[in-house]
């Protein structure tokens, strides 16, 4: 009978000890990921990312891209590119439209079509990529990446273009073009700095 007793005993005891050791372990993983993101934003916020050790978990975390001053203008502060002289305006090659800051997927060739209004144009968006809100136009409605805020460029509707009547006008100098079976950079995570 002392030995019947002393299984149940035992086995309680080891259910607290897993458990121990499971509250243990989350509680290790949880700073470590505070740790790591403190140092990462430290560094991406200085322009300092030299100290950062290239490990695969930072190369899925990267910071944003720095962008030229024209890139800045259009992504940041809703600038337009000129007609006619965006680098992607005609292009028809297979592949996938990356946001130019942040690297999230777009737009896919598939999606694009020949417009001839002078900027790179889509009748539909990657599920979820982009979002949409009034602009400070008070008349067009303006899209963005919706991973980083970055400014793309215009939706337009009802023009028949295409069947799904949709015409997402999107600056060259918003997007990277990746061609088909080209590996594709890991997402940015930062935010972007306050303007
Ligand atoms: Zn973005």
């Known amino acids: 009978m002392r030995t019947a007793q002393a299984v149940p005993s035992q086995t309680l ?13 989350t509680f290790t993983v949880s700073c470590t990921r505070e740790n790591h993101h403190e140092i990462l934003g430290a560094g991406g916020l200085d322009g300092n990312t030299t100290t950062t050790p290239q490990t695969p978990a930072t190369l899925m975390t990267n910071p944003y891209n720095e962008l030229t001053p024209e890139e800045a203008y259009v992504i940041e502060d809703k600038g337009t590119e000129a007609r006619n002289v965006g680098e992607y305006t005609d292009t ?3 592949g996938t439209y990356l946001c130019r800051r942040c690297n999230a997927k777009l737009y896919v060739s598939k999606q694009k079509f020949a417009s001839n209004c002078g900027w790179p144009s889509f009748d539909d968006a990657i599920a979820d990529a982009v979002r949409q809100e009034p602009d400070a136009d008070g008349r067009r409605t303006e899209i963005l990446c919706a991973h980083c805020d970055g400014h793309l460029g ?42």
């Not at 005891?13 to 372990?25: D, E, K, P, T």
């Open 154 to 195: 215009h939706v337009f509707l009802g023009e028949g273009y295409t069947e799904k009547n949709t015409r997402h006008c999107v600056n060259s100098l918003s997007m990277r073009f990746y061609p088909e079976g080209e590996q594709l950079p890991p997402i940015g995570w930062l935010r972007a700095p306050k303007r």
């Open 92 to 94: 028809k090659d297979l």
């Open 13 to 25: 005891f080891q259910a607290i000890g897993w458990i121990a050791c499971l509250a243990v372990a």
